[in-house]
T-cell receptor, first 115, second 110 residues
């Protein structure tokens, strides 16, 4: 069964460092997303991406965050200068269609710990 | 008011019990509704979509009341493997993002 894959599974970094989280969405999917979940809290939307551009972003997704689809398969989330409060599980997701009709498939997540 | 609100639980039930979860949402423009399941430290996985007419999938039944902006999930004959957090999720028309509730934790014991 096709799946969304994410790397790394866990990253520990120092405050102020740049982090890149990588995702390979399901190959025929057109819509890509990043969500995050702080430990013990709810899953929060960060950004959606379609046709090589951001289609929506939340208030959390400030200038410290960026996304990129550098080639035909990878979808990355970059945090420029990490803060303690960026510690969370980051989930990449993809869908074949928009979410009015399509199902969202999540990767297993990348746990980011900022020290 | 929170966009999606759920009773956090935990619901502790014996095997074989019937348990019901409720959820309310604030955006009357929301068009798509789902229940997701999340196991501890794992990714959310779609359990079922929720349709206006109500729908059933085996032991799971979902209901939607648009007038009250209320969604429910009923689990019959609970199994140990049903232990997880159940997430109520909505999507608004024109918005390509899902809004998650904080989840209701279910613990099924022998």
């Amino acid at each position: 069964e096709p799946e969304v894959t994410q790397t790394p599974s866990h990253q520990v970094t120092q405050m102020g460092q740049e982090v890149i989280l990588r995702c390979v969405p399901i190959s025929n999917h057109l819509y890509f997303y990043w969500y995050r979940q702080i430990l013990g809290q709810k899953v929060e939307f960060l950004v959606s991406f379609y046709n090589n551009e951001i289609s929506e972003k939340s208030e959390i997704f400030d200038d410290q965050f960026s996304v990129e689809r550098p080639d035909g398969s990878n979808f990355t989330l970059k945090i420029r200068s990490t803060k303690l409060e960026d510690s969370a599980m980051y989930f990449c997701a993809s869908s074949e269609e928009d979410l009015d009709t399509g199902e969202l498939f999540f990767g297993e997540g990348s746990r980011l710990t900022v020290l | 008011r929170k966009e999606v609100e759920q009773d956090p639980g935990p619901f502790n039930v014996p095997e074989g019990a019937t348990v019901a979860f409720n959820c309310t949402y604030s955006n009357s423009a929301s068009q798509s509704f789902f229940w997701y399941r999340q196991d501890c430290r794992k990714e959310p996985k779609l359990l079922m979509s929720v349709y206006s007419s109500g729908n059933e999938d085996g032991r799971f039944t979902a209901q939607l009341n648009r007038a009250s902006q209320y969604i429910s999930l009923l689990i019959r004959d609970s199994k140990l493997s049903d232990s997880a957090t159940y997430l109520c999720v909505v999507n608004g028309r024109g918005y390509n993002k899902l809004i998650f509730g904080a989840g209701t934790r279910l613990a099924v014991h022998p």
